[in-house]
């Protein structure tokens, strides 16, 4: 599966010199935040493929007006063909205002989430905005990380986090990719990249190993297929 990953800022290369070769083959686009939403929209129309978000600290607007075509994610887990991605915008809380959590904050929207990640017998990629602590974070207050994060890492394994808010920009030392400790690859989404996630690097849909949602999704599938007989 191939699929677009983007965060912070607008590809002038995808926006005003866009040129379908460049997505050719893109199955699905995820965000992680701090996006015009207009530009979320736009790629969804013309990749014409879903595209799954996440809000980052400055994307207070999508309250008002969510990117239209586009899906939010936000603290819960999207089955894409067996995919399970789970999304957990925001940044640390540095100053009032929505979308900023936090340690605890975000530690709660995690426990929330518990009894979702039971039922899904976990999860595959990690989409958020801020990134895990000790992982391409900084050291001032708005750029560090959540070190809750590195428990759900610990915890699930999932083979991808995808996160963005540090940008290439804020310094030299800045790193692409990480391996974390728990397997998961970790990849800082700025600007945009392409990323193939092979078969067997997820479930096959319907084959997670909950034999609750298994049967969920086997009998969606066949109400599905009736409706269209």
Known sequence: MKVLILADEESRSLWDYYDPQ????????????????RYLEYLETMVNCPLLYVRGNHDRSYLDQEPQGCECIEDRIYDFHGLRILGLGGSMRYKPGSCMYTEEEMRDRIRHLNRQLLLMNGFDVLVTHAPAKGY???????????DCFNDLLQKWKPRYMLHGHVHQSYSYKFQRE????????????????????????????????????????????????SHLT
């Open 178 to 225: 990480y391996m974390h400790p728990s397997g998961t690859r970790i990849i800082n989404c700025y600007e945009y990249q392409t990323l193939e996630i092979r078969d067997d690097e997820h479930p096959a849909k319907g084959r997670t190993g909950s034999a609750l949602y298994d049967l969920y999704v086997s009998l969606k599938s066949k109400t599905s297929k």
């Open 22 to 37: 460049k997505t050719r083959d893109v199955e699905l686009i995820l965000s992680c935040g701090d996006l015009n939403r």
């Open 136 to 146: 391409g974070d900084l050291d001032d207050l708005p750029h560090q990380g959540f």
